[in-house]
């Protein structure tokens, strides 16, 4: 089974910033297309940015320029820095391994608010 767990979020101020992690267990992470994704009350989940194997990353347009996906092969771990945060990225992010799409995490609360 797959396990995945959000840590990072916060209380943040417009502006500010945010690193979430995503640990996670298997021996195909390595091999995996890794994603963010994010839902915001009353919205459906959507995408936010995505790292494949090789680390060729792309980012919903809403973010690009302002978040940045990474990976630790060696801890089985993606990164999503997060700055210049707004109001509307306000969300529970989550993580998912492209390759298990029926596995998600906890999710992790981002609130961006002064």
């Known amino acids: 089974q797959v396990q995945l767990v959000e840590s990072g979020g916060g209380l943040v101020q417009p502006g500010g910033s945010l690193r979430l992690s995503c640990e996670t267990s298997?021996?195909?992470?390595?091999?995996?297309?890794m994603a963010w994704y994010r839902q915001a009350p009353g919205n459906q989940r959507e995408l936010v940015a995505s790292?494949?194997?090789?680390?060729?990353?792309s980012y919903a347009n809403s973010v690009k320029g302002r978040f940045t996906i990474s990976r630790d092969n060696a801890k089985n771990t993606v990164f999503l820095q997060m700055n210049s945060l707004k109001p509307e990225d306000t969300a529970v992010y989550y993580c998912?391994?492209?390759?298990?799409?029926?596995?998600w995490g906890q999710g992790t609360q981002v609130t961006v608010s002064s």
């Open positions: 298997g021996s195909i992470f390595r091999f995996s297309t």
């Open positions: 998912r391994n492209e390759l298990t799409p029926n596995y």
């Open positions: 790292i494949s194997a090789g680390s060729s990353t």
